[in-house]
């Protein structure tokens, strides 16, 4: 599937975007985990999560599946059964990883693949520590790779520093913890997003944070829960960021999940310029706002300050089409985690750029954008990556000409409604080709 992109023109409108892929993954997983009868309500309807919900499901929790609440009754992880097939996780890095957590404190065999992609992700960060915890762990690569056999159960608590700033490696280990015996510390080089800490604290799970650690005790079972999910930030920030390029633009994005591990997208863009406002209200567990934004023709290019990285890693991509459009310099360092995405994002996004005619600088753990560029219209491939074909998008709106991105089906593992609301918001933007 091919998009062609029509250049121009402003957004105008008030939508809402579909539920948080990272929130509504950890929901279907804890529910499973819990005794009772969990609704989730409002969870994201994607490739991803359904990948995630189909590998809760094959090891024995009862699902109802009513689209816009899924109710998920357990009686807790001692009742799994070992899955009769090899698990898919698709393209889901999270999928993967939280479940190898999971599986990891079953006594059971069970066996963990994915799409091309993922089966190219690195998995040692998580079967590192799951190992040390006690799992017998083999795969592809000693176990570094995808697929992966994990033969779990009998775990002891650990003391891990990870090194790297992961919330997947983070839930993996937790979810690990909670069925081990004994006391878990983890500790991260930064705090990255925390929808695991706060949605199993709201289950009854006691998790102490001391510093940049994680204390759990094993063998606490998490309670049965309404988990309404906030909207995705990471999909609302597609349109954001268009508002803020297209001049002239007026929009309003409501029910947006704005827990602060995950803003870093609206701090980048107020610190570049942008006119935004965000009007809070109450969600349970993960903070809500409507968030409003209008175009700005004069942004300013900055150095993206490397702590602000863990906050804003899914968006920078659309980081980089936001320093296109504006004035002076923008860099990026110290996001090398960027290579290991759902494609190597620092050299799909400097393609993404180069081929618009942006001027800009690969660098190894980042990159080095010259704007404002005068975008030119471009075949853009998305190289199998959701974000990169949304982020080539809202860089074609900008072009002199029409664009067309090539092989789009990706978008559907995290944003299936994209093209509808982006044509809500700018009709005739995106013709799907
Ligand atoms: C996610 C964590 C991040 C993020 C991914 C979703 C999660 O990955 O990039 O899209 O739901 O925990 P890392 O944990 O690898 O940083």
Not at 244 to 260: A, E, L
Request: glycine content about 10%; hydrophobic content about 40%.
């Amino acid at each position: 599937m091919s998009w062609m992109i029509k250049p121009g023109g402003s957004l105008h409108g008030d939508i809402t975007v579909p539920g948080d892929k990272s929130v509504t993954q950890r929901a279907y997983i804890f529910a499973a985990m819990a005794k009772g009868t969990s609704h989730i309500i409002a969870p994201l309807r994607a490739e991803d999560t359904d990948s995630t919900l189909n590998a809760v499901r094959s090891l024995g929790p009862v699902i109802d599946d009513r689209v816009q609440e899924v109710s998920i009754t357990g009686d807790g992880t001692q009742s799994f059964t070992e899955p009769g097939d090899v698990i898919n996780l698709g393209n889901s890095g999270t999928g993967a990883r939280l479940m190898a957590g999971l599986l990891a404190a079953c006594p059971f065999l069970s066996v963990l693949t994915g799409d091309e992609s993922l089966r190219r992700r690195p998995m040692a960060r998580v079967t590192e520590p799951l190992r040390l915890m006690g799992a017998v762990i083999d795969g592809r690569a000693d176990g570094t790779l995808l697929p992966l056999a994990i033969r779990g159960g009998f775990l002891k608590g650990v003391n891990y520093i990870s090194p790297v700033a992961s919330a997947q490696v983070k839930s993996s280990v937790l979810i690990a913890a909670l069925g081990a015996q004994g006391k878990t510390i983890f500790t991260e080089p930064a705090l990255s997003r925390d929808h695991t800490e706060r949605m199993l604290t709201a289950m009854g799970v006691h998790i102490s944070a001391q510093g940049k650690s994680l204390v759990v005790e094993g063998g606490q079972v998490p309670k049965a829960a309404t988990i309404k999910v906030p909207g995705d930030i990471s999909s609302a920030a597609f349109f954001f960021v268009a508002a803020t390029v297209m001049d002239g633009s007026d929009i309003v994005v409501r029910n947006v999940g704005i827990n602060p591990t995950r803003t870093g997208i609206l701090q980048l863009l107020e610190a570049m310029g942008a006119r935004i406002s965000v009007m809070h209200h109450d969600g349970d567990g993960e903070p809500m706002a409507d968030i409003r934004v209008q175009g700005n023709g004069s942004l300013r290019g900055m150095s993206i300050p490397e702590e602000w990285i863990p906050a804003i890693i899914d968006e920078l991509p659309l980081a980089a089409v936001l320093a296109a459009a504006a004035n002076g310099v923008t860099e990026l360092r110290g996001a090398s985690e960027l290579r290991v995405k759902e494609s190597d994002r620092i050299s799909t996004t400097v393609q993404m750029l180069q081929r618009a005619g942006v001027k800009v600088e690969e660098l190894s753990d980042g990159f080095r954008i010259h704007g404002p560029a005068a975008v030119t219209g471009y075949a853009h491939e998305s190289h199998g990556d959701h974000r990169i074909a949304m982020s080539s998008t809202i860089l074609s709106l900008m072009a002199r000409d029409k664009s067309e991105i090539r092989d789009t089906g990706c978008v559907a593992t995290s944003f299936p409604d994209f093209v509808k609301l982006m044509n809500d918001l700018l009709p005739g933007s995106v013709t799907v080709i």
